[in-house]
């Protein structure tokens, strides 16, 4: 069956008050909430980029904004590359 054939009009919309209940798990693993100290060594050329686009905001927010949206990105490019293989295989 494919996405679009699935029925979802009946599953409710999540609330803002369900988020907060739930649990965040990468690869099986349960990931607390909020943010964690880590000290990491980036090339001088990516930090003064961030410091540079920061502007009033911590450029440190920035680099942790541009890391959320490749994971965002990394998995909808494989969805769409999962969708595209699948209406290939159906229609060869």
Same mark, same amino acid.
């Given at each position: 069956?494919? $996405?679009? $054939?699935? $029925? !979802?009009?009946?599953?409710p919309?999540? +609330?803002?008050? @369900?988020?907060?209940?739930? !649990?965040?798990? &990468?690869?099986?693993?349960? #990931? *607390? /909430?909020? /943010?964690? %100290?880590?000290?990491i060594l980036l090339?001088?050329?990516? #930090?003064?980029? &961030?410091k *540079? @686009?920061?502007?009033? %905001?911590?450029? @440190? +927010?920035?680099?942790n904004?541009?890391? /959320?949206? *490749?994971?965002? $990105?990394?998995?909808?490019? *494989?969805t769409?590359? %999962?969708?595209?293989r ?7």
């Amino acid at each position: 069956m494919r $996405d679009e $054939d699935i $029925d !979802t009009s009946e599953i409710p919309e999540i +609330t803002e008050e @369900q988020m907060k209940g739930s !649990t965040l798990r &990468f690869g099986g693993k349960h #990931v *607390s /909430k909020g /943010k964690m %100290r880590v000290n990491i060594l980036l090339d001088a050329e990516v #930090v003064a980029y &961030f410091k *540079s @686009q920061a502007g009033g %905001r911590g450029y @440190q +927010t920035l680099i942790n904004e541009a890391l /959320k949206a *490749s994971m965002r $990105d990394r998995d909808l490019e *494989s969805t769409i590359r %999962r969708i595209i293989r699948e209406e290939l295989g159906a229609s060869g």
